[in-house]
């Protein structure tokens, strides 16, 4: 099984709704991050919780919200989508430490219309 | 603010050895990472370099130098499964959070 899942995998919404994507991770790690990845733009942070008490802004939260409801569970929510929220969603995990290596889930594909 | 450049694309045939350069300007910096990402796949995470030096692992290695702010991948022995694009990230701070280049594209040829 994944240590770090995602769900949904693909999702098309149209603009206004609310969209809630789903993290789940059996890695036992503290840390917990949420980015986007649009083509030629890398990936940029949006989210990050170093436990379930701490949570963060990255460098593009407007738009975004999230809720740590577990040690395992980190969730990211588009109140009202808007198609430039059209990309790909990455959750990713890490230990508490100083390797620089993070655990990356399948990513959610995700299109506003 | 902070930035990090690495070139768009590189092509390569197999066999081969390719050189990804990465240069970077950011408030704090506590060590430089690389990740490889498959067309549809996620990022895997490579190497990383907190040290000036090269650390090899296997067929690839990182090399880091604070004093230039600068870093590089070295791919040897260009294998076609090695097709994907490769992102260098910044660790600025204590925790593990990272700021991500915009990625090389390395395409290998027969």
Known sequence: DADV???PRNRIT?????IMLECSQTKGHDRM???RQDPGLGLRLIYYSFDVKDINKGEISDGYSVSRQAQAKFSLSLESAIPNQTALY???TSEFGTSGEQFFGPGTRLTVL | GQSLEQP???TAVEGAIVQIN?????SGFYGLSWYQQHDGGAPTFLSYNALDGLEET?????????SDSYGYL??????MKDSASYFCAVRRAAGNKLTFGGGTRVLVKP
């Open chain 1, 5 to 7: 899942t995602q769900t």
């Open chain 1, 14 to 18: 149209k603009t206004g709704k609310r």
């Open chain 1, 33 to 35: 991050y949420w980015y």
């Open chain 1, 90 to 92: 990455f959750c990713a």
């Open chain 2, 8 to 10: 768009s694309e590189v």
């Open chain 2, 22 to 26: 990465c240069t970077y300007q950011t």
């Open chain 2, 58 to 66: 296997g067929r690839f290695s990182s090399f880091l130098s604070r």
């Open chain 2, 74 to 79: 070295l791919l040897q022995e260009l294998q």
